[in-house]
Nanobody, 125 residues
Framework: QVQLVESGGGLVQPGGSLGVSCTAS????????MAWYRQAPGKERELVAR???????KYADSVKGRWTISRDNAKNTVYLQMNSLQVEDTAVYYC???????????????????WGQGIQVTVAS
């Protein structure tokens, strides 16, 4: 079982920046695909950014060019740096992880097995 603990988040003005982080328990973090999802009120949860163990990244079109996902394998931590935040980015943000043994096709086609508790990000003036 993998536990994911998110930190950061909060309230920021439009155009501002914010970072969130997620620390994972367990071993083999460097092999594990990690992701950030978000869920806004009344909307479905959506993938925001994903990073593979190789470091390969994928972003939702809505955040591409504004946000950066990264990882520090020595700290078992994945980060999401959010720049140029917009009101529409307001949501609960969830850290998620796949099993370390998951192959690429699994990561690309199935939802993560492990989820954090979620952290609120509010963009408002």
């Amino acid at each position: 079982q993998v536990q994911l603990v998110e930190s950061g988040g909060g309230l920021v003005q439009p155009g501002g920046s914010l970072g969130v982080s997620c620390t994972a328990s367990g071993s083999q973090f460097r092999r594990r695909a990690m992701a950030w999802y978000r869920q806004a009120p009344g909307k479905e949860r959506e993938l925001v950014a994903r990073i593979l163990g190789s470091g390969n990244t994928k972003y939702a079109d809505s955040v591409k060019g504004r946000w950066t996902i990264s990882r520090d394998n020595a700290k078992n931590t994945v980060y999401l740096q959010m720049n140029s935040l917009q009101v529409e980015d307001t949501a609960v943000y969830y850290c998620a992880a796949w099993p370390a043994t998951a192959i690429l096709s699994t990561v690309l086609t199935t939802p993560p097995d492990y989820w954090g508790q979620g952290i609120q990000v509010t963009v408002a003036s």
